[in-house]
């Protein structure tokens, strides 16, 4: 994979049949404004393009049937399932919310959409210039899940808006993103009158010290230095 620091603009269009007694596919992907749409040979035409540079690890796209819930100015739910749009809509703008108070700083995208993928999806979550993926897996109704979200939220600041140049320097996104995570998450619940189990933060935080333990033990002195 081009290290962080290769960065480019893009630009993507992409024809898909149109299908009798099917709607139309959806297109999700990392843009600077809504896509040009258009019909054209029995097909849907989707014209993307991004005049930001960005390393093309922060590229995402995906193809396929939702119907997108507005949850108000510049931001958009999209879920297999109407059931799951109540709870993952109020924690989404309670997390943005949370997250700017403690940051100081608003959102640094203008519009977001928040995409609920195929179960093929092999990570939890990924987040891209004004776009979240989240695995369906973290929608089994334990809200205690959604911290994955939390985390994905904190990427657009770090990770996207300050980033590192290679790869060894992952700290600046990961690091941060999992440091405010549960922050973030905590005060979610807390506007959304939801239980907070302080137990579990206990957990996570003797996980992550073990995990990073492991991740030391294997690494070279010099790559353990900032």
Same mark, same amino acid.
Request: aromatic letters at 8%; hydrophobic letters at 40%.
């Given at each position: 994979q081009?290290?962080?620091?290769g960065?480019?603009? +893009? !630009?993507?269009?992409?024809?898909?049949?149109?299908?009798?007694h099917?709607?139309?596919?959806?297109?999700?992907?990392? *843009?600077?404004?809504? %896509?040009?749409?258009?019909?054209?040979?029995?097909?849907?035409?989707?014209?993307?393009?991004?005049?930001?540079?960005?390393? $093309? !690890?922060?590229?995402?796209?995906?193809?396929?049937? +939702?119907?997108?819930? !507005?949850?108000?100015?510049?931001?958009?739910?999209?879920?297999?399932?109407?059931?799951?749009?109540?709870?993952?809509?109020?924690?989404?703008?309670?997390?943005?919310?949370?997250?700017?108070?403690?940051l100081?700083?608003?959102?640094?995208?203008?519009?977001?959409d928040?995409?609920?993928?195929?179960?093929?999806?092999?990570?939890?979550g990924?987040?891209?210039?004004?776009? $979240?993926?989240?695995?369906? !897996?973290?929608?089994?109704?334990?809200?205690?899940?959604?911290?994955?979200? %939390?985390?994905?939220?904190?990427?657009?600041?770090?990770?996207?808006?300050?980033?590192?140049?290679? +790869?060894? *320097?992952? +700290?600046?996104? *990961?690091?941060? %993103?999992?440091?405010? *995570?549960?922050s $973030?998450?905590?005060?979610?619940?807390?506007?959304?009158?939801?239980?907070?189990?302080?137990?579990?933060?206990?957990?996570?935080?003797?996980?992550?010290?073990?995990?990073?333990e492991?991740?030391?033990?294997?690494?070279?002195?010099?790559?353990?230095?900032?």
């Amino acid at each position: 994979q081009d290290l962080p620091r290769g960065l480019a603009t +893009w !630009s993507l269009t992409l024809s898909l049949p149109l299908q009798l007694h099917q709607p139309p596919y959806t297109v999700y992907c990392t *843009e600077d404004k809504e %896509a040009t749409v258009y019909e054209e040979e029995q097909c849907h035409v989707w014209r993307s393009s991004t005049t930001r540079l960005l390393p $093309i !690890s922060a590229f995402a796209l995906a193809v396929g049937r +939702w119907t997108p819930l !507005s949850l108000g100015p510049g931001l958009r739910l999209a879920t297999p399932s109407l059931n799951t749009n109540a709870l993952l809509g109020r924690y989404l703008r309670a997390a943005l919310k949370a997250a700017s108070s403690l940051l100081g700083h608003p959102h640094p995208e203008p519009r977001l959409d928040l995409v609920v993928v195929h179960r093929s999806f092999s990570g939890l979550g990924l987040c891209s210039p004004a776009l $979240i993926f989240l695995s369906p !897996s973290l929608l089994a109704g334990d809200p205690a899940l959604l911290i994955k979200l %939390a985390h994905e939220v904190t990427h657009a600041w770090f990770g996207l808006a300050i980033g590192a140049e290679d +790869w060894a *320097e992952q +700290w600046l996104s *990961e690091g941060f %993103a999992t440091f405010l *995570e549960d922050s $973030i998450h905590d005060l979610v619940l807390e506007e959304l009158g939801l239980p907070r189990h302080r137990q579990l933060v206990g957990l996570r935080a003797i996980n992550r010290f073990l995990q990073l333990e492991e991740e030391v033990s294997c690494s070279r002195s010099e790559l353990q230095e900032l």
